[in-house]
């Protein structure tokens, strides 16, 4: 069985500063693999997703992550990040685009600070 | 568009007493769909999925049980609720090769 593993459950930043969010996954075959994001009060939301293709997949809001087979990771960054991005980060990998569902990281608590 | 509905937001429950969650999916035919349990920093839980009407996997041994009498409808019950049944839940669908997509989720609180 799959399993995702995200670095940090936690992250506190100034606005403007760099964000990259870590995840690493743990399955041989071909996985698709996403970012969700959970704004405050708010439910789950796509922020990006990786099928195929090209390996650095662009999402909504200036995120980003790269897909690094080798490494078994796809992580998240963005170059400045905002106030408005204090939200809960959930990695997810889905192996083989199989019906089975979603297997999610613990998540990361996002914090920015004005 | 497809939208995707889950009741009731919140729920307050003694224990012992059953429980009946509903999820409704629109504008969509044969979804996957799943149930989901988050716990503050555990992350999200599969609990249930299900590929077609009547068809149900369990990921987890538990209190619960879960059902598809209809194509887009997917509940979740038990019959007698435990303290450790508390949590959020959520529903979510796919299609074929999508990503998932969720409710708004139910706050369920066991007293």
């Known amino acids: 069985a799959q399993s995702v593993s995200q670095h940090n459950h936690h992250v506190i930043l100034s606005e403007a500063a760099s964000l990259e969010l870590g995840c690493n996954y743990s399955?041989?075959?071909?996985?698709?693999l996403f970012w969700y994001v959970q704004y405050p009060g708010q439910h789950l939301q796509l922020l990006l997703k990786?099928?195929?293709?090209?390996?650095l997949v662009k999402g909504i809001k200036g995120f980003e992550a790269e897909f690094i087979k080798s490494k078994f990771s796809f992580n998240l960054r963005k170059p400045s990040v905002q106030w408005s991005d204090t939200a809960e980060y959930f990695c997810a990998v889905n192996a083989g685009g199989g019906a089975d569902g979603l297997t999610f990281g613990k998540g990361t608590h996002l914090i920015i600070q004005p | 568009s497809q939208t995707i509905h889950q009741w009731p937001a919140t729920l307050v429950q003694p224990v012992g007493s059953p429980l009946s969650l509903e999820c409704t999916v629109e504008?969509?035919?044969?979804?996957?769909l799943y149930w989901y349990r988050q716990a503050a920093g555990r992350g999200l839980q599969l609990l249930f999925y299900s590929v077609g009407i009547g068809q149900i996997s369990s990921e987890v041994p538990q209190n619960l049980s879960a059902s598809r009498p209809q194509d887009r409808q997917f509940i979740l019950s038990s019959k007698k609720l435990l303290l450790s049944d508390s949590g959020f839940y959520l529903c979510a669908w796919t299609g074929a090769g999508t990503e998932a997509f969720f409710g708004q989720g139910t706050r369920l609180t066991v007293v």
């Open positions: 399955y041989g075959g071909t996985v698709n």
């Open positions: 504008g969509t035919s044969n979804p996957n």
């Open positions: 990786y099928f195929s293709g090209d390996p």
